[in-house]
């Protein structure tokens, strides 16, 4: 795999990164991840935006490259050769050589960049949309700032570590008794023709699927509730999913042990993949 670092691309195996980055002692950065579905990005406008607030809100500057980013991601889509997959990217704050809480001078620091492909062929075809997933209830125990896409990611990968000791595929976060989001996805739940999420805060990642899809959803004239639901209502509701860079719209089959309805996808998870799936195929770049 060839793997991009600080303007260079290289055989990853060639790639390095200080071991004073704060990326790697402090959980000092932020990344992306977009997928890619026939050799196209999804939604890429959507992650740079994301990916400029997030380093705005945490003082870091842009890299030098930011404007390239979209020819960075299809060279290493083209010389990887990927046609389903993902493009991974991270930005941390570099380091000054050096383990400080204080930030290095941002004047003299570059932020490190690095960006990984991963080939997923088939991504979008996944047996899990087929079957759906299962998911388990956990406290939310991050820190208060979800709405930054930091790669302090430990508490998310106990969550699917719990949820895989259950016997389940992923974990629901609870806070002040309504669920939050996934370890690494968006919730919603299915009640009628309503279709339920969380609202936006800083309790929750903006995901940029979440973004894509409430808009098809409305546009399609289904009726969208942006507000927090409980367990009890989760358990209770007619169709739950969950929506990702990488999962797309996940049907979501059983929560904490409650079958939802027949046990199979429902109608409005399956419809809104289809047409996440078509339009963001349509528009991928
Ligand atoms: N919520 C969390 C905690 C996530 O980690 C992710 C994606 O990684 C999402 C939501 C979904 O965001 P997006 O649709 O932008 O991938």
Redesign the pocket.
Known sequence: RTVYVNGEYLPETEATVSIFDRGFLMADGVY??TSVLGGRLI?FD??LA?LERSLSELDMLKPAVFDDLLDIHRELVRVNGITDGLVYLQVTRGSDGDRDFVFPDPETTEPTLVLFTQSKPGLADSPAAKTGIRVIGIDDLRWGR?DI?TVQ?LY?SMGKMMAKAAGADDAWMIEDGHVT??????AYIVKGNRIITRHLSND?????????VLRMASEAQMQVEERAFTMEEAKAADEAFV????AFVMPVVEIDGATLGDGTPGPVAARLREIYLEESRKAAV
């Open positions: 992306e991840v939604d959507g992650h994301r979800r896409k990611l998310p989001e996934g370890t690494s996805n968006n929750i990642l903006h995901g940029i699927t979440r973004a894509a929506t990702s860079a990488s």
